[in-house]
């Protein structure tokens, strides 16, 4: 082997390497939802940049072994399958070779301008050694294709008689630079030829056998096979050798095959440019972050691990500032601040009508994202429910927003609801449940870990007038974020800016982004410890008053609402709520009702 193809070779082990640990590593980080770790946008392209890194290594070995190694019955006369010349084929794959060089630096360029170093490093480590590998190769490819493509044309002028008998031809032969023969003096050479070697091979029998003397001491009788445990070794020695060269060789054939070396070149050059595309659209997307939108509040808080780290959230407060200290000194009570809790799966923008409505209503609204959601960053994940209340809570305080609050949870925002009433109970006067799920319904159930009258109520209730809970599971969430991983469009709803009137170039930029799918995930896999989380909370939430809690949209079947509050849990004071004054639900309505119900729970 030349130096130029040991350089190949060490290089492409490296690269080998590197694919095999970041492949390991991005897979495990696909698998799991519990480990805190720092996310910078999507976990998910280190695999498929490790992927394309794989494909591309199995490209350069496929020109290595096309550079060093023949065909066992190629004897040098066959060039290999490929349905162009040598130059074009040579042109290709520079062209391929250059074409993957350029998207993986554009990718690392992309990556690093957006602060994300770790994968940005990854990113181009998992191409630079293939690349290497194949730029060395491909001078030698050249070299062995001119060489194959000359003996292929010196054997085609020798004649057909000798290109059918392959064996007699060799490489000397061909390359000689004498002309062909004729056809007569061919067939008589041939003949002499046999001849002689079968008459040399019978005198050499004759001089042989006048050699061999009989020795009865010496010989063999061959009557029993006796193997000593040596030999048993070297028997297995040599099976497990030859194992060993039937793999390589199934390998190296594998390998140099042409056709699956194209496929794994394009498909490497295609996952290539979707991390560019995905790169580019989420470099593209932090740019154009509505400003002024909300404020970022940096904080700290506990997580589950046991170990504090920081938090950011995007925080948006508008109304009146709540009565002052004089005020209140003069009988008149601090108004409440209304906290919002988004829907999972979605930012705050779908609250934004209700936002609006609240304001209308002379109160202070203050709406946020929780990690990963709208402007605040998904920084580590993932986070316990209760634990992302605890730096709620800071956030507001570093915010300058000070207690009473009063929650309202919107859809399964209302499980968030319960979390920040027992984070704080004492800074929290009331909430209201808009379409709750079920599983907020259960929160506010007495009994729920000791008996099933919990969950076989919310389930009546959830059949007859709730909102159908959410049918993503962290599976096909996961799946989700891996597309979304590769710069393809996430699968959003179109109908959230007609029902909540958001603008449609604000909501688009919202649910656009390819990190809202991450955030999705991990939020989801947290979601069946938020029951646990208001169940374990709940002794501290023993105060002389019961919490005021309105619920709206639960159901209309008189039944199940006696039912469910003869179950209720003796902390909560429940008012349903399913018409306001007699019709139907409408946003303005319901934000007239709950500014009456702060209004009745602050007196």
Same mark, same amino acid.
């Given at each position: 082997?030349?130096?130029?193809?040991?350089?190949?070779?060490?290089?492409?082990?490296?690269?080998?390497?590197?694919?095999?640990?970041?492949?390991?590593?991005?897979?495990?980080?696909?698998? +799991?939802?519990? %480990?805190?770790?720092?996310?910078?946008?999507?976990?998910?392209?280190?695999?498929?940049?490790?992927?394309?890194?794989?494909?591309?290594?199995?490209?350069?070995?496929?020109?290595?072994?096309?550079?060093?190694?023949?065909?066992?019955?190629? *004897?040098?006369?066959?060039?290999?399958?490929?349905?162009?010349?040598?130059?074009?084929?040579?042109?290709?794959?520079?062209?391929?070779?250059?074409?993957?060089?350029?998207?993986?630096?554009?990718?690392?360029?992309?990556?690093?301008?957006?602060?994300?170093?770790?994968?940005?490093?990854?990113?181009?480590?998992?191409?630079?050694?293939?690349?290497?590998?194949?730029?060395?190769?491909?001078?030698?490819?050249?070299?062995?294709?001119?060489?194959?493509?000359?003996?292929?044309?010196?054997?085609?002028?020798?004649?057909?008689?000798?290109?059918?008998?392959?064996?007699?031809?060799?490489?000397?032969? /061909?390359?000689?630079?004498?002309?062909?023969?004729?056809?007569?003096?061919? =067939?008589?050479?041939?003949?002499?030829?046999?001849?002689?070697?079968?008459?040399?091979?019978? +005198?050499?029998?004759?001089? %042989?056998?006048?050699?061999?003397?009989? %020795?009865?001491?010496?010989?063999?009788?061959?009557?029993?096979?006796?193997?000593?445990?040596?030999? +048993?070794?070297?028997?297995?020695?040599?099976?497990?050798?030859?194992?060993?060269?039937?793999?390589?060789?199934?390998?190296?054939?594998?390998?140099?095959?042409?056709?699956?070396? @194209?496929?794994?070149?394009?498909?490497?050059?295609?996952?290539?440019?979707?991390?560019?595309?995905?790169?580019?659209?989420?470099?593209?997307?932090? *740019?154009?972050?509505?400003?002024?939108?909300?404020?970022?509040?940096?904080?700290?808080?506990?997580?589950?691990?046991?170990?504090?780290?920081?938090?950011?959230?995007?925080?948006?407060?508008?109304?009146?500032?709540?009565?002052?200290?004089?005020?209140?000194?003069?009988?008149?009570?601090?108004?409440?601040?209304?906290?919002?809790?988004?829907?999972?799966?979605?930012?705050?923008?779908?609250?934004?009508?209700?936002?609006?409505?609240?304001?209308?209503?002379?109160?202070?609204?203050?709406?946020?994202?929780?990690?990963?959601?709208?402007?605040?960053?998904?920084?580590?994940?993932? /986070?316990?429910?209760?634990?992302?209340?605890?730096?709620?809570?800071?956030?507001?305080?570093?915010?300058?927003?000070?207690?009473?609050?009063?929650?309202?949870?919107?859809?399964?925002?209302?499980?968030?609801?319960?979390?920040?009433? +027992?984070?704080?109970?004492?800074?929290?006067?009331? &909430?209201?449940? /808009?379409?709750?799920?079920?599983?907020?319904?259960?929160?506010?159930?007495?009994?729920?870990?000791?008996?099933?009258?919990?969950?076989?109520?919310?389930?009546? &209730?959830?059949?007859?007038?709730?909102?159908?809970?959410?049918?993503?599971?962290?599976?096909?969430?996961?799946?989700?974020?891996? /597309?979304?991983?590769?710069?393809?469009?996430? @699968?959003?709803?179109?109908?959230?800016?007609?029902?909540?009137?958001?603008?449609?170039?604000?909501?688009?930029?919202?649910?656009?982004?390819? %990190?809202?799918?991450?955030?999705?995930?991990?939020?989801?896999?947290?979601?069946?410890?938020?029951?646990?989380?208001?169940?374990?909370?709940?002794?501290? &939430?023993?105060?002389?008053?019961?919490?005021?809690?309105?619920?709206?949209?639960?159901?209309?079947?008189?039944?199940?609402?006696?039912?469910?509050?003869?179950?209720?849990?003796? *902390?909560?004071?429940?008012?349903?709520?399913?018409?306001?004054?007699?019709?139907?639900?409408?946003?303005?309505? &319901?934000?007239?009702?709950? =500014?009456?119900?702060?209004?009745?729970?602050?007196?």
């Amino acid at each position: 082997m030349s130096w130029p193809l040991g350089i190949s070779s060490v290089a492409l082990l490296l690269g080998v390497g590197i694919q095999c640990y970041v492949l390991s590593y991005s897979a495990q980080l696909a698998g +799991n939802s519990e %480990d805190v770790r720092y996310v910078t946008n999507n976990e998910l392209t280190l695999l498929w940049s490790s992927l394309s890194g794989t494909l591309s290594s199995w490209t350069a070995g496929h020109l290595l072994v096309r550079a060093h190694c023949k065909h066992p019955n190629d *004897h040098g006369t066959r060039i290999i399958w490929l349905p162009v010349g040598v130059i074009s084929c040579v042109v290709l794959w520079a062209a391929f070779i250059g074409g993957l060089a350029a998207l993986a630096v554009g990718t690392t360029t992309l990556l690093y301008k957006q602060e994300c170093y770790l994968q940005s490093i990854w990113s181009i480590a998992n191409h630079v050694f293939p690349i290497l590998s194949a730029v060395v190769t491909l001078p030698c490819l050249a070299k062995e294709l001119c060489r194959q493509r000359n003996a292929r044309s010196l054997a085609a002028g020798v004649g057909p008689t000798q290109i059918e008998t392959q064996s007699v031809v060799t490489l000397a032969t /061909i390359d000689s630079p004498r002309c062909p023969a004729s056809p007569e003096s061919t =067939s008589a050479r041939s003949e002499k030829s046999e001849v002689d070697t079968v008459a040399g091979s019978t +005198n050499q029998a004759i001089h %042989d056998a006048e050699k061999l003397t009989f %020795d009865p001491q010496s010989t063999t009788y061959p009557e029993y096979d006796i193997q000593t445990p040596m030999a +048993n070794e070297t028997s297995k020695l040599a099976k497990l050798r030859d194992i060993a060269q039937l793999v390589a060789q199934s390998l190296r054939t594998l390998v140099g095959h042409s056709t699956l070396a @194209s496929t794994t070149a394009a498909l490497s050059v295609a996952l290539s440019a979707l991390l560019f595309n995905s790169a580019l659209q989420r470099y593209r997307h932090v *740019h154009t972050s509505p400003h002024g939108y909300a404020a970022l509040v940096h904080t700290t808080t506990r997580f589950q691990d046991d170990v504090v780290r920081p938090v950011t959230m995007a925080i948006r407060c508008t109304g009146r500032p709540p009565l002052g200290i004089a005020d209140s000194r003069i009988g008149r009570p601090q108004k409440a601040t209304i906290i919002i809790e988004h829907a999972i799966g979605y930012p705050s923008l779908v609250s934004q009508s209700l936002h609006a409505a609240l304001v209308a209503q002379n109160h202070r609204v203050c709406t946020y994202d929780r990690p990963g959601y709208m402007l605040s960053p998904q920084g580590y994940a993932p /986070i316990a429910p209760d634990a992302l209340e605890q730096a709620l809570a800071s956030a507001l305080h570093y915010a300058g927003e000070k207690a009473p609050f009063y929650v309202v949870g919107h859809h399964s925002g209302s499980e968030y609801a319960h979390l920040l009433a +027992n984070a704080r109970p004492e800074q929290v006067v009331g &909430m209201s449940f /808009i379409y709750p799920t079920a599983a907020a319904l259960r929160g506010l159930l007495v009994g729920i870990t000791k008996t099933a009258v919990g969950s076989s109520l919310s389930e009546a &209730m959830a059949s007859v007038g709730l909102l159908s809970e959410a049918d993503d599971s962290v599976a096909s969430l996961n799946g989700q974020r891996a /597309i979304c991983a590769l710069g393809l469009p996430p @699968s959003t709803s179109s109908t959230i800016a007609g029902i909540h009137g958001i603008g449609q170039s604000m909501i688009g930029w919202a649910l656009s982004g390819s %990190d809202l799918a991450q955030a999705q995930y991990f939020e989801m896999s947290q979601r069946a410890n938020i029951l646990d989380a208001i169940n374990s909370t709940r002794p501290v &939430m023993r105060v002389a008053q019961k919490l005021p809690v309105l619920l709206f949209g639960v159901s209309d079947a008189g039944a199940v609402q006696d039912s469910f509050m003869a179950a209720v849990d003796e *902390h909560y004071a429940i008012e349903i709520s399913d018409k306001v004054e007699g019709q139907s639900l409408a946003l303005e309505r &319901m934000a007239m009702h709950i =500014s009456r119900h702060i209004e009745l729970v602050q007196r």
